[in-house]
C-alpha cells in the first residue's frame, strides 16, 4: 500500500514538472492579441483667408446727345452737342451701379435736347428778324464736355461744363457736378458728405476770400453766391464753384480747392 502511495506521488511529480517545463520544439506560443486603437484624429489645415476684391475703377466712355435745327429755308439756326459720361457696362445686370449712372444720364440728355427744341421756335424767330432788319446772323450753339474727376472711397466724381453762345462777343460758359455712390449708383448731395453745412460754407468763403480776383467782393456777398450743391472731388479735395454771373465781374465758374484733411471734422463720407 505504501509503495502504491510512492507511485503515484512519482507520477504526479513528473507530470507537474512536464506543466512547468519549456514548450516542445516546434511549438510557438501564441502572442496576446493587440487592443483595438482609435483611428489618428487629422486636424485640418488652417484655411488661408481670402481678401475681398479690390473695387476696380470702372471704364468709361461716352453718350451724345447732338442735332442741328434748321429754319424753313433750310438754315441753321441751332446747333447742340452734349458729352455725357457713360460706363461700361458689360452684359446686362453685370454693373447695376453703372446701369444706374448711366441711365441718369441718359435722362439728362433727353431732358437737355427737350430744352433745345422748346427754343428752338425762339431761335428761329431770331434768324427770321435778323433777316427782315438786314442784321448778320449767327445760330446759337450749346456744346456741352464732361470730365470723371475723381474715382475713390466709393464715390464716382463728375465735373461738366456747358458752352452757350448766341453769337456775340462773350459765350457763356457755366458749370455743374454730380457725385454717385459707386456700390449703388446712386447720386450724392452735400449732405451725404458733410455733418455741419454752416461750417462748411464758412470755410468755403475764405477760401474764396483769399483768392486775388475777388478783391473788393465782401464776405456776404460770396456768401450769397455759394450753393452748398456746388462741388466736385478730385485727388486734391473738394474743389467748390461759384456760377459765373453771380458776382460782380464774374463772367466764367470761378473754383476754391479745399483739400481733404481740412474738412475732417466735418466730413461724414469717406
Known sequence: MKRNKLCCAAVLLALALTACGPAPAGEETPAPAPLPTAPPVET??????????????????EQTVSRTFTAGDGTVVMRISYVLPSVHVGPAGSNPAGEAVNAWYEAEGKARLREAEEAYEMAVADYEVSSAMGYAFEPTTQEMSSQVTYEAQGVVSVRRELYVSFGGAHPFVSCLSEQFDAATGEKLAFADFFTDTQTVMERVVCAFAAQDGLAGISEEEILAACQPENFYLTGDGYVFWIQGGSLPAVNSPIEAVIPFDQMSDVRAHG
Open 44 to 61: 485640418p489645415a488652417p484655411e488661408t483667408p481670402v481678401p475681398a476684391p479690390v473695387p476696380q475703377p470702372w471704364a468709361w466712355g
